[in-house]
């Protein structure tokens, strides 16, 4: 019985208790799908093959899918396989061999006595060979036709046969550019035409989609009714924009197929319901949206931009296809709504805070998604600077300074979009510099997804690509953590790592990726999320591994960073199809004018300037017409020199650098010289004055030194007069004093005679003294006590009663004592000695003895006593120690008498004379102190004199030394006379000058910048025409006709590069200007080498290395130039570099205490001094360099131009003929130069002293004198300069003689080299 095929459309419900269903997962069947799908279990039914070919986006995947997942899971198993351009066999061969075990033998079959699917997509897409064949295909037609390979493991070459297995495959319709399959692979298969489907179809599939989301039972009716008319106008815009936007080789990418009404659609299932219902409490929706049905129609066409506009390559077609969506929403919803979303309403997920528990403080969720309205760009721009200031504060190397203006903030809008979205991926567009990459770090960071990029280092292959790829699977797959991967084209080392990316944006599998034991791992790892997330689906092997991939793809987000530039862009992306079908396609075109001027604004605004802030604004706004003007004199100069130039957001960002390190600089100079010369034309001014002043000063001072010459003389002539009388008196007082000395002589003589009598008995007296301390009272009690002391003691103090001449016996006796006849003492003791020592005073009185009393008598009645044997201190203490030093004291007592005897006369006849010297010293005083009156007269008035004296001396110095400063000052003012004219005018100018740096900064800063890559012609007229010229029209101060060369140098520097071998033109001059001032590294073409020798020549004293980039140690050459700060020269270079330098390029440079240090691509830290500085020099004539590098270097022209190569060739011509000559220019050369440098250096240090010299200039007499040599100096200077250029003038007009030989040889030069047009063989250096 026949039916019809629509009775076996089964219905389709949407999932509405889903408020984020996986879009990938809603498959809506159709009338197409059910017929396909039942042809494909029809020939399946009988063992055979299905081939489906059609248009892309025809469904003919999701069919085949949907096929394939209709078999029972433990009966039928599916591997799905897509091919790119540079699939190898083996990666198809171990595809399948990986999805299959081995039975017996060399039989395999799937695992578990299961059927296997094998499902070969884009099966066409391998590229051919030369022969025509497709090597990939071979193997497939192999398997089909025997159904086996051949084993690439021992034993090699056995045939494994595959059984239990079905083949499917799906291509593209070959044509176009498009490869077909060769007919030997295309008859193993049962192949299927898919056409594209209906409009009926189509709005069948989206218009049940539609009316699941927007129920009739939830939302409102207006609300629902435009939620219906959305599907036909959708199909309506995709229409009009297929019929328009037709795909050229410059616009490849313009296709439009059923993928972009899917991802329209997802993005308006994306949309937060809550916000389309009346009634319910919600932000304000944005723009001027007042209604649920509004927003809706205002989210349809954020989507529809985002799809359609957001892919397209000129701001033309962006417009016509923005105006065509507007003209649809006008003519489908009437004028009041299209008035509501006239104004472009943004929708974003991440502008909501973070989810914590209110009760325990726990983060549930950091990053909330919620697609919907942002209110205002303002507001969303606040949101997006508070999480970068976020970004900036947790990292630690990587920050982000970004403009967020309007199309900056879009982009990122954008980029967000996709990573909230499953399996959103981006492929952003732009050349190098428009800030892809740190836009999606943003986005990424905002979304709260885990950024990932590689790092690319010489050893990076495919096995670490895989293992970066298994990282990032097991975050996605296994946490399931969102994860952008931003990949750039600059880390395509091989063009195989695109085969593995096609692989992930197409199936999310890369074969190969995971061993079978790894995988196993990951299996088992998954399982409790599969539970959790699915617990109705049974955790077999398969569903386990089917759950992890799809993790993956749901949460890895490829962003890939590529440039338009050049041919590789278009074929990457013919060959990989996944690149443009599994992407959203985001064109950053370059930054319009606005955004330029908002970027400068940022930084030029907070900048401190000596300016308007009118001049300022407009400033900002001629630096965004700078990068505009060169972007199109880019094209210019294309069409005129087919060389190629790029201009990139970085080049204008290092412009803005270089503007602001230039302005600070200059501005910095200025004022130092303003304050210099402002101050010494003031002390130049007060000299001036104090002259004028010391002239009325010295005539007063003249007039006081008469005065006092005057007074001197007559104090001279009163002084003269008391000088005779004084004299007089003098000679009086002379007679008596002579006397008076001869006499004060002659008593001194015998005084020191009787003194040194006097001086010999003095021992004797002090050992007395000494004896006697040595008694104490104690001693002579204990010495009372004895009855019967000792014979010699009891002499002893007989002897001391005879010098005290106290009363003793009458009768002496004598007795025995030793065999020595002495004194017997023994009465005198008894009867007065013991009475004399019972006195208390007894020791005391012997102390104050008047030992002048003694006389003869007395001394020979001790004589018996002294002259005994054992009379002495020895025995006396042997006796009794205690008296032992009155012994002494009787014997001192006699030594004293007998010297004194001998003195007594001396003394008396010196007393007598003393008295007479008395007499005699009083007559003398008496003459002296009339003496003394008169000389303090004479003294008094000789002081008067002498002050007068020195107050004429005085006043006589003062007026010499008011006269030397004077003639001193006068010949310092005019010697100085040039300097102050000129100085006066040039402070008058200082203002102006400070005024002008905004406008010559700004022109200097854009030369500098981006003018490198031009010849000279292209140079003068940008300077002229688009640099100068805006200025002027603008009003922004500048110099008139400002030589931007001698702005940025002066002679003497330039003198010093020519003299290193820099040529003398003046493009030679401005690449050496560039070369020394850029802010990025210089990469010099320089096909002549000229270039090159002077960076040698200028380098060498600085310890030059010179390396090429394929040379085996230049990392280590690299390393060591930026740890010692070194010069490095890289010659030979290519048009591409090596990406390790990246971090040297960017000079990303980290500060650790007081060192510096750059972290490699490899991640090895390297010690960076600020002095290292790094040289490219290229020999290729016409080098095409990316934007990317261009952005990252200050690319120079060096080519020799005519003039140049002239000079050149007269100066070798001359030292050839006229060596002598040659040799005297260089010489007169070198000469000329030190003096530029001398005149300036003098010139400094004239200022320098007449600007810090304190207190008044005419008192400093030294610097004065310095000043008069430093003029002098600067005088013989200017002469020889003079000498010199008359010299020079000489030495031309001989070398002329040989230019026209120059000439003729630089014309036949250019000729040769103009070969090469016809030819490319013809090449000449």
């Known amino acids: 019985e026949w039916n019809t095929w629509v009775d076996k459309v089964p219905q389709w419900d949407y999932p509405v208790a889903d408020e984020k269903p996986k879009f990938s997962q809603l498959v809506i069947p159709t009338l197409d799908s059910v017929r396909l799908e039942a042809i494909l279990h029809l020939v399946s039914s009988v063992g055979k093959s299905s081939l489906f070919v059609g248009g892309p986006g025809t469904a003919k995947t999701t069919t085949i899918k949907s096929f394939m997942d209709s078999f029972d899971p433990e ?43 094998v499902f070969v997509d884009d099966i066409s897409m391998p590229s051919m060979n030369d022969w025509g064949d497709q090597v990939t295909n071979e193997i497939v037609r192999q398997l089909l036709e025997q159904g086996g390979m051949y084993a690439l493991e021992k034993p090699i070459g056995d045939m494994k046969m595959i059984i239990d297995c079905q083949y499917l495959a799906a291509m593209n319709t070959p044509g176009g550019g498009k490869n077909d399959i060769p007919n030997r692979l295309k008859r193993q298969f049962c192949i299927f035409n898919v056409p594209l489907p209906s409009v009926a179809a189509i709005n069948n599939i989206f218009g049940q989609l539609v009316a699941g989301r927007f129920a009739a039972d939830v939302f409102s009716a207006e609300v629902c009714d435009a939620a219906q008319k959305l599907v036909p106008i959708t199909i309506d815009l995709w229409n009009k924009v297929q019929v328009k936007m037709l795909p050229t080789p410059a616009k490849f990418h313009y296709l439009f197929n059923m993928r972009e009404l899917s991802k329209v659609f997802q993005g308006l299932v994306l949309c937060e319901r809550d916000r389309f219902k009346t009634g319910v409490e919600h932000a304000p929706f944005g723009g001027q949206v007042t209604t649920p049905e509004g927003y809706l129609i205002a989210a349809w066409r954020h989507e529809c931009e985002r799809v359609f506009v957001d892919k397209l390559a000129t701001y033309d077609d962006k417009n016509w296809t923005d105006q065509l969506i507007q003209g649809i929403i006008k003519d489908t919803f009437g004028a009041e709504m299209h008035k509501q979303v006239d104004e472009r309403v943004y929708f974003v997920d991440f502008l909501r805070e973070a989810a914590v528990d209110g009760d325990t403080g726990e983060m549930l969720d950091a990053n909330p998604s919620f697609y919907e309205s942002t209110v205002s760009l303002d507001s969303l721009k606040g949101v997006a600077d508070a999480r970068m200031q976020n970004f900036n504060e947790t990292s630690k190397s990587l920050k982000l300074d970004l403009v967020l203006f309007s199309d900056a903030l879009a982009h990122m809008m954008r980029i967000a979009r996709l990573l909230c979205m499953d399996r959103g991926s981006a492929l952003l567009v732009g050349v190098g ?104 689906v049974i955790d077999t092997w398969d569903n386990l591994y089917a759950f992890f991939l799809g993790r993956v793809r749901d949460n890895l987000h490829v962003c890939l960073c590529f440039s338009p530039v050049g041919d590789k862009f278009a074929t990457r992306a013919r060959n990989f199809p996944g690149l443009i079908n599994g992407c959203t396609i985001d064109w950053f075109l370059p930054w319009p004018q606005e955004a330029l001027i908002a970027v400068s604004t940022k930084f030029i ?17 001629h630096m965004g017409h700078v990068h505009v003007a060169v972007t199109r004199a880019c094209k210019e100069y294309f069409e005129k020199f087919r060389r190629y130039v790029y201009v990139t957001p970085k080049s204008y960002l290092s412009f803005i650098d270089g503007y602001r390190g230039l302005y600070k600089r200059k501005l910095d100079e200025v004022r130092i010289l303003a304050d210099k010369i402002n101050s010494g034309l003031a002390k130049l001014f007060e000299a001036k004055t104090d002259v004028k002043n010391m002239q009325v000063e010295l005539t007063a001072k003249n007039k006081d030194l008469a005065e006092a010459q005057r007074v001197s003389a007559n104090l001279l002539k009163e002084i003269s007069a008391s000088t005779a009388i004084a004299e007089k008196e003098k000679t009086k007082v002379a007679v008596i004093v002579d006397a008076v000395s001869i006499k004060a002589d002659e008593i001194a003589g015998v005084k020191a005679d009787a003194e040194k009598d006097l001086a010999a008995a003095q021992p004797a007296l002090d050992a007395a003294v000494n004896a006697l301390n040595s008694i104490s009272s104690k001693d002579i009690g204990a010495l009372k ?14 002897a001391v009663l005879v010098l005290r001449q106290f009363p003793m016996s009458s009768k002496v006796e004598w007795h025995d004592v030793k065999g020595a006849n002495v004194i017997n003492a023994s009465d005198n003791y008894s009867s007065v000695a013991i009475k004399m020592m019972g006195d208390t005073n007894f020791l005391g009185s012997l102390m104050s003895f008047p030992k002048e009393q003694i006389n003869d008598e007395t001394c020979e009645l001790l004589e018996p006593y002294l002259s005994a044997p054992d009379f002495n201190f020895a025995a006396a203490q042997k006796a009794s120690g205690s008296v032992a030093g009155l012994c002494n004291w009787c014997e001192a007592m006699k030594t004293y008498h007998n010297v004194a005897k001998v003195v007594d006369p001396k003394i008396i006849m010196l007393r007598a004379a003393e008295a007479d010297l008395k007499m005699a010293m009083k007559e003398k005083n008496e003459a002296e102190a009339t003496m003394a009156t008169v000389q303090g007269e004479l003294d008094k008035m000789q002081a008067g004199f002498d002050a007068a004296m020195a107050e004429k001396q005085r006043l006589e110095d003062d007026a010499q030394m008011t006269q030397r400063k004077m003639d001193s000052a006068t010949a310092l003012i005019t010697a100085l006379g040039g300097e102050e004219i000129r100085w006066t005018e040039q402070s008058k100018q200082f203002d102006l000058q400070i005024q002008r740096l905004t406008g010559d900064c700004a022109m200097a800063s854009s030369f500098v910048s981006y003018l490198g890559p031009f010849n000279k012609e292209f140079r003068d007229l940008l300077c002229t025409r688009d640099f100068y010229g805006d200025c002027i029209s603008r009003g922004i101060p500048v110099t008139e006709d400002l030589d931007v060369t001698r702005f940025l140098v002066d002679e003497s520097e330039i003198g010093e590069w020519n003299l290193q071998g820099l040529p003398t033109d003046d493009l030679s001059i401005q690449n050496g200007i560039m070369t020394t001032r850029a802010t990025r590294y210089p990469v010099l073409v320089d096909p002549q080498g000229q270039g090159s020798q002077w960076i040698k020549s200028r380098e060498s004293v600085n310890g030059l290395k010179i390396s090429s980039l394929g040379e085996k140690q230049f990392r280590n050459h690299l390393e060591d130039c930026m740890s010692f700060g070194r010069p490095l020269l890289v010659e030979s270079l290519e048009e591409e570099l090596d990406p390790i330098l990246d971090p040297v390029l960017e000079k990303r440079v980290t500060k650790k205490g007081k060192h510096f240090t750059l972290t490699m691509s490899d991640g090895k830290e390297v010690d960076f001094a600020p002095s290292f500085c790094m040289f490219f020099t290229t020999r290729l004539p016409n080098p095409h360099y990316s934007p990317e590098l261009s952005a990252k270097l200050t690319v120079i022209d060096f080519t020799v131009t005519m003039v ?20 005297q220019r260089q010489a007169l050369a070198e000469e000329v130069n030190m003096c530029r ?31 008069n040599v430093t003029k002098k100096t600067a005088r013989d200077v200017n002469e020889k300069l003079a000498n010199a250029s008359e010299t020079k003038r000489k030495i031309v007009e001989a070398c002329e003689e040989y230019r026209p030989v120059a000439h003729r040889a630089t014309l036949m030069y250019f000729l040769i080299a103009e070969f090469a047009t016809c030819n490319v063989m013809y090449q000449t250096s």
Do not use: W
């Not at 593995?500 to 999310?508: R, V």
């Not at 003098?1242 to 810090?1252: G, P």
């Open 605 to 621: 605004g907070s900048f401190t300037m000596a300016c308007t802030d009118e001049d300022k604004f407009k400033l900002q706004q």
């Open 1237 to 1267: 440098n001398r005149i300036k250096h003098l010139e400094d240090d004239l200022l320098f002293r007449l600007s810090n010299s304190t207190g008044n200039l005419l008192d400093d007499t030294e610097l004065i004198e310095m000043l």
């Open 1204 to 1223: 140049g190569l002239e000079d050149q060739l007269l100066g070798k011509l001359i030292s050839k003929e006229k060596y002598e000559l040659e040799n």
């Open 75 to 117: 009966v039928m198993v599916s591997k799905a396989i897509t091919f790119s351009s540079l699939t190898t066999p083996n990666i198809f061969q171990f595809t399948v061999e990986g999805a299959v075990e081995k039975r017996q033998g060399r039989i395999f079959g799937p695992p578990g006595g299961k059927k296997l699917l």
């Open 433 to 536: 510099g428009s800030g892809k990459q740190s836009l999606t770090r943003l986005a990424a960071y905002i979304s709260g997804a885990f950024t990932f990029q590689i790092t690319i280092s010489k050893q990076y292959n495919t096995v670490a690509l895989f293992e970066d790829l298994k990282a990032l699977y097991k975050v996605a797959g296994l946490k399931g953590q969102k994860v952008c991967f931003i990949f750039t084209d600059a880390e395509i080392k091989e063009e195989g790592f695109l085969e593995f990316i096609n692989q992930i944006l197409m199936t999310g599998e890369v074969a190969g990726l995971f061993p079978k034991e790894e995988l196993d791992m990951i299996v088992n790892d998954i399982r409790p999320a599969l539970k959790k997330e699915a617990p109705g």
């Open 785 to 798: 006590a004895l009855k019967n002391p000792p014979d010699i003691v009891k002499r002893i103090f007989d």
